[in-house]
């Protein structure tokens, strides 16, 4: 495991009518100089099936970052992003500090190459090599059952650029606009995204 960044980040934590929206940014780092980004796959962003299909809201929750981060001002390029984006849910309520998922682990060993339909032709195509990311290597909040966290990485440098994550919990949500309203909620504290709705 890499050590943590000697960098110094930032924890903000917003409180409002609706969901707790809490993130992180990397001191020092202006996110405007980025122009690109790919995800990382990621098992930890499934959600067990509830009363919905699961997948259906995998899908949702990756359209709908999407739809953010271009409204930021990124495109895709899955060859060479300069952001990469490692998006996990929390499936049990943990007080206790964790390690970060492993991304790209499942099921990418010995010949399987498969990645899930939810990230289409949206996943960095060099995800099997990439290794460990720097910075954020463990968490100490306390999330709910459900919550989901968005980390940005710096591909270069493999360290976290900025983290938000929601209080509230997709499975408290049935309907499609409201759990893109979740993941809008996280954008909305995003820098660039906030500047491009004033």
């Known amino acids: 495991m ?18 707790r929206i809490s993130t992180a940014k990397q001191d020092g780092v202006n996110l405007s100089r980025f ?12 959600v067990p ?11 949702l929750v990756i359209k709908t ?31 206790a500090t964790t390690a970060n998922p492993v991304y790209a682990s499942y099921p990418y ?20 090599s990439y290794g460990d990311i720097a910075g954020y290597d463990t968490d100490s909040y306390s999330y709910k059952e459900g919550t989901v966290i968005v980390n940005l990485v ?10 938000g994550a929601t209080s509230e919990s997709l499975y408290n949500e049935n309907q499609a606009d409201a759990i893109a309203q979740l993941v809008n909620e996280i954008f909305q504290k995003y820098p660039l995204v906030e500047k491009s709705k004033k």
């Open 109 to 128: 060993v010995s010949g399987v190459s498969t990645v899930s339909p939810y990230y289409s032709n949206y996943y960095y195509t060099g995800f099997a």
């Open 154 to 163: 710096n591909r270069k440098t493999k360290e976290s650029v900025w983290k």
């Open 49 to 59: 099936k509830k009363n919905y299909g699961d997948e259906d809201v995998n899908t």
């Open 2 to 19: 890499l050590k943590y960044s000697a960098f110094l980040f930032l924890l903000v934590s917003f409180t409002a009518c609706g969901p």
């Open 35 to 46: 122009n690109t980004f790919a995800y990382l796959p990621n098992t930890d962003i499934e």
């Open 65 to 95: 970052i999407n739809a953010n981060l271009q409204d930021a001002g990124y495109t895709i390029n899955t060859n060479n992003p300069d952001l990469l984006v490692l998006v996990s849910t929390k499936i049990d309520f943990d007080n």
